[in-house]
Nanobody, 114 residues
C-alpha cells in the first residue's frame, strides 16, 4: 500500500505550488497525515502534519509559508506552498505520522529556481 503525492514541478523563487496526496480510506481515516521532504544527499525530514481533527504542526523552516490541510471526504491531504525558496527544492512525500515504511511512494519533485 502506498501513498502517491502529486503536484510538484518547476517554479521560480517566490512562487507557489499545491501538492496533493490521496490515500485509501483505511489509512486516511484513522491517522495523522504528514508531508515529508528529502533533498539530494540529505535525510528525509518532516515538513508538516495534520491530525484527523485538523490540528497542524510545521517545521520551523516552512512556518508561515506552507499550509497543510485535509479533505476527509476525498481522503486527500494537501500542502499549499507559498513564497517558495531555492532551499525548498526537494522530493516531497506524504505518509502517516509517525511514518510507516511500506507507505512510502515515489514522491513528487519540487524544483525552485532562483
Amino acid at each position: 500500500v502506498q501513498l502517491q503525492a502529486s503536484g510538484g514541478g518547476l517554479v521560480q523563487a517566490g512562487g507557489s505550488l499545491r501538492l496533493s496526496c490521496v490515500a485509501s480510506t483505511s489509512i486516511f481515516r484513522l491517522n495523522v497525515m504528514a508531508w515529508y521532504r528529502q533533498a539530494p544527499g540529505k535525510q528525509r525530514e518532516l515538513v508538516a502534519r495534520i491530525t484527523t481533527s485538523g490540528s497542524t504542526n510545521y517545521a520551523d523552516s516552512v512556518k508561515g509559508r506552507f499550509t497543510i490541510s485535509r479533505d476527509n471526504a476525498k481522503n486527500t491531504v494537501y500542502l499549499q506552498m507559498n513564497s517558495l525558496e531555492p532551499e525548498d527544492t526537494c522530493v516531497y512525500y506524504c505518509n502517516t505520522f509517525p511514518f510507516i515504511s511500506r507507505y512510502w511512494g515515489q514522491g513528487t519533485l519540487v524544483t525552485v529556481s532562483s
